[in-house]
């Protein structure tokens, strides 16, 4: 991969960043999709021995966790049980979404930081 590709794959990512953190519903299969790209470039930076900065900046890149839920407090299990289920599983979806944004958003600043550190 040349640079100029590396930089163009950088571009993309963040553009997808950009468009996922805009958007006021993240489904799981686009977050999934962002993930995969970000890991699949991880691997390629890896592959190219950068220099010992921006390997550590690198490796510092995690995985999104697609499947994982949220956890729910006692109260609002609670209140879960008196609305039949309905105020959990809405609890759930926002806190899905806020969690999708929030590792999207810091995976951006991450790519960001390397592309910085890759043009000085």
Do not use: C
Not at 4 to 28: P, T
Not at 29 to 52: A, G, M
Not at 91 to 106: A, D
């Amino acid at each position: 991969m040349t640079m100029d590709e590396l930089f163009r794959e950088l571009k993309d990512l963040d553009f997808k960043a950009n468009k996922l953190l805009k958007s006021k519903v993240l489904d799981a299969e686009i977050v999934r999709q962002f993930n995969d790209q970000s890991l699949r470039l991880k691997q390629t930076l890896l592959e190219l021995s950068p220099q010992d900065d921006v390997a550590a900046h690198v490796t510092e890149i995690s995985e999104i966790d697609i499947d994982g839920t949220p956890k729910i407090s006692t109260l609002s299990s609670f209140l879960g049980i008196i609305t039949f289920g309905i105020y959990t599983s809405n609890l759930r979806k926002f806190k899905k979404q806020k969690y999708f944004k929030k590792l999207v958003s810091k995976t951006k600043n991450q790519w960001i930081a390397i592309e910085f550190l890759l043009k000085s």
